[in-house]
């Protein structure tokens, strides 16, 4: 009799089993039900959009838009701005071109390009915005923020950083300043 017995619970695991399994890899596939869902199951913080996401959309091609009530200004270490509506294209650990978010840096807005965390454990996400690469602590975005609705006057720093973005940056010819005289020569 004790012989026997490891015959029949050994029947009755395996399909235990293979209900389990079945169950893990439907949900693994199951789609999104919430934009912050989508974020999480592409290797991002949730916390990267605001509370108050109205409603989402993702393409097989991994483009992404998120609508929210309002535009928006939340605060982390510095200040994100979010335009009523989001469009960005989004891969594991990456979301690029980027529409409709802007950073402020030393009072003014640029637009945020890009946003990826290369290694999770490492604890940073990064912030392209145009000039720079800002870096910040990734507990920064764990949850979604509270957002206050925008003030005016915060787009015009935006529209000055999106002109300064947009201006060659030029470099005067000093050489012609070389047959002067040096201070140090005088």
């Known amino acids: 009799m004790i012989g026997r017995r490891p015959l029949p619970l050994l029947f009755t695991l395996i399909p235990l089993i293979l209900v389990a399994a079945t ?62 509506n989001i469009t960005c294209t989004v891969t594991y650990g990456q979301i690029t071109a980027i529409s409709g978010l802007s950073a402020q840096e030393l009072f003014l807005w640029f637009p945020v390009r890009g946003i990826r965390v290369d290694i999770p454990s490492s604890g940073l996400i990064y912030f392209d915005v145009g000039v720079i690469y800002k870096q910040f602590s990734l507990s920064l975005f764990e949850t979604p923020p509270d957002c206050s609705p925008s ?4 787009l015009e720093g935006s529209r000055i950083a999106q002109i300064v973005l947009e201006v060659p940056l030029f470099l005067p010819d000093l050489s012609s300043f070389s047959q002067y005289p040096s201070v140090s020569s005088v």
């Open 23 to 84: 169950a893990k890899e439907a949900a693994e596939e199951a789609p999104a039900t919430t934009a912050y869902e989508v974020l999480r199951q592409h290797g991002l913080p949730s916390g990267l959009f605001p509370k108050g996401v109205r409603e989402f959309h993702l393409d097989e091609e991994g483009r992404f838009e998120v609508h929210l009530e309002e535009e928006c200004t939340a605060k982390f270490e510095t200040e994100v701005h979010y335009a009523r």
């Open 151 to 154: 003030r005016d006057h915060l």
